[in-house]
Nanobody, 123 residues
Framework: QVHLMESGGGMVQPGGSLRLSCTDS????????IGWFRQAPGKDRQLIAC????????KYTDSVKYRFTISRDAMKNTVYLQMNSLKPEDTATYYC????????????????WGQGTQVTVSS
């Protein structure tokens, strides 16, 4: 059973940083990748960062590349999203998601999701 929970959101000024965490409190994970998604009001949910565990490869959408970093602590069943140089347009609810067959493909929405954590970037 997968039980994902995000934390670490909040309000930050432009240029600031936040680190989001996604912890799976379920049983030993059998999935091989996790994605970070975000959804702003009135917009579609989009994949912004993803990590494949088998070879630790990562991918980022262009708007967050070089500002956001996805990483993993396998011992803690936790995946992180370090967000630097935050911009007002990064304001959104951030979700982590996965399932057994997820492999970071575009326009694929995994089966299991956390409840989301709100990030607001505003002066």
């Amino acid at each position: 059973q997968v039980h994902l929970m995000e934390s670490g959101g909040g309000m930050v000024q432009p240029g600031g940083s936040l680190r989001l965490s996604c912890t799976d409190s379920g049983s030993t994970p059998e999935y091989h990748a996790i994605g970070w998604f975000r959804q702003a009001p009135g917009k579609d949910r989009q994949l912004i960062a993803c990590m494949k565990f088998t070879d630790a490869t990562t991918k980022y959408t262009d708007s967050v590349k070089y500002r956001f970093t996805i990483s993993r602590d396998a011992m803690k069943n936790t995946v992180y999203l370090q967000m630097n140089s935050l911009k007002p347009e990064d304001t959104a609810t951030y979700y982590c998601a996965t399932d057994l067959y997820y492999g970071c493909a575009e326009n694929v929405f995994p089966r299991f999701w956390g409840q989301g954590t709100q990030v607001t970037v505003s002066s």
